[in-house]
Nanobody, 112 residues
C-alpha cells in the first residue's frame, strides 16, 4: 500500500525555521515527482513546492520562494521541506503528495 507520513511540524516564532519530512512507503520517490501543499485554518489547499522525478527541477509558490527548499533523499525514500524565515501566514497543515495520494499532514504554527 502507498503511504506517506509527514513529521517535523510544531510551534515556531516568526523568523524561525523548521524542516518537514515525508517518509514514503509502497513506492520509490526516486521515480516520482512530489509536491508539498498546505492548508491554512479555514482556507483551501495551497500548492507550496514541487520537485521533479530527477530532483533537479524544484518549483515554488511565490509566497515561499527564497525561504523554502524542497528536496529528496532517495536512499531513505524521504521528501523534505526546509522552511526558513517563517511568517505567521505560513501557519497551517502541511501535506506531501504524489499525484492524488496525500499523507495525513503535519501542523505548523508560526506565532510569537
Amino acid at each position: 500500500d502507498v503511504q506517506m507520513v509527514e513529521s517535523g511540524g510544531g510551534l515556531v516564532q516568526p523568523g524561525g525555521s523548521l524542516t518537514l519530512s515525508c517518509v514514503a512507503s509502497g513506492f520509490a520517490i526516486r521515480y516520482e515527482a512530489m509536491t508539498w501543499v498546505r492548508q491554512a485554518p479555514g482556507k483551501g489547499l495551497e500548492w507550496v513546492a514541487a520537485i521533479s522525478r530527477g530532483g533537479d527541477w524544484p518549483t515554488y509558490a511565490d509566497s515561499v520562494k527564497g525561504r523554502f527548499t524542497i528536496g529528496k533523499d532517495n536512499a531513505v525514500n524521504t521528501l523534505y521541506l526546509q522552511m526558513n524565515n517563517l511568517k505567521p501566514e505560513d501557519t497551517g497543515m502541511y501535506y506531501c503528495e504524489r499525484g492524488s495520494d496525500r499523507g495525513q499532514g503535519t501542523r505548523v504554527t508560526v506565532s510569537s
